[in-house]
């Protein structure tokens, strides 16, 4: 089957500084990537999407970046705040609305 | 616009008894897909449903069903429960047939004892 990796499972960034979480994946199809975020006790919340024909994509005070070379998946979170911390997990698709996720990494803001 | 709609939100059953679960996608949606979600394994995809027709299936037993009505809504079964079974079911609904952002519920947390 396919695999999504996350680097790091569990992130403490200060608030105000800029958070990454990183994600691999491992399908070369896969043309369509979203990251979610999950709080505690809740479903997973859209964040920002892109697909395979874009490098970067900019959202509010979150930044997506592709690299299709390496395979590779980043979110950025700039002025990271206490309401951010939450699981985040990456998700590729490759055919039709299934999506592969990965298991998550744990963001912490600390204030 | 109403996101999408899981019941129940909680329920307990035993062992060997089986289980249904019910979604109810955003409005316009077509698309409907189901995900087991367990402590330290993420989210496992179930199935996906399109216009009635199930396309996709993970790698779940013949115990786990599901199935879509003609507005959208859709329903999953597990039948003789296994208490590896406890986890969140989370729907997810989704706009087109391909390629589209899938908009997830509030899951159906099952624990089986």
């Known amino acids: 089957g396919e695999s999504v990796g996350l680097h790091l499972p569990t992130l403490s960034v200060q608030e105000g500084d800029n958070s990454i979480i990183n994600c691999a994946y491992s399908?070369?199809?896969?043309?369509?990537f979203i990251w979610y975020k999950q709080e505690s006790g809740k479903g997973p919340q859209f964040i920002i999407d892109i697909r395979s024909n874009m490098d970067k994509r900019q959202g509010q005070r979150v930044t997506v970046l592709l690299n299709k070379t390496v395979k590779h998946l980043s979110l950025q979170i700039a002025a990271t705040q206490p309401g951010d911390s939450a699981v985040y997990f990456c998700a590729e698709g490759d055919t039709g609305n299934q999506f592969y996720f990965g298991t998550g990494t744990s963001l912490t803001v600390i204030p | 616009k109403a996101g999408v709609t899981q019941t129940p939100r909680y329920l307990i059953k035993t062992r060997g008894q089986q289980v249904t679960l019910s979604c109810s996608p955003i409005s316009g949606h077509r698309s409907v897909s189901w995900y087991q979600q367990t402590p330290g394994q993420g989210l496992q995809f179930l199935f996906e449903?399109?216009?009635?027709?199930?396309?996709n299936k993970g790698n779940f037993p013949g115990r786990f069903s599901g199935r879509q009505f003609s507005n959208s809504r859709s329903e999953m079964n597990v039948s003789t429960l296994e208490l590896g079974d406890s986890a969140l079911y989370l729907c997810?609904?989704?706009?087109?047939?391909?390629?589209?952002?899938?908009?997830f519920g509030e899951g159906s947390w099952l624990t089986v004892v």
């Open positions: 997810a609904s989704s706009y087109g047939y391909s390629g589209n952002t899938i908009y």
């Open positions: 449903y399109f216009s009635e027709t199930q396309r």
């Open positions: 399908n070369s199809a896969s043309d369509y």
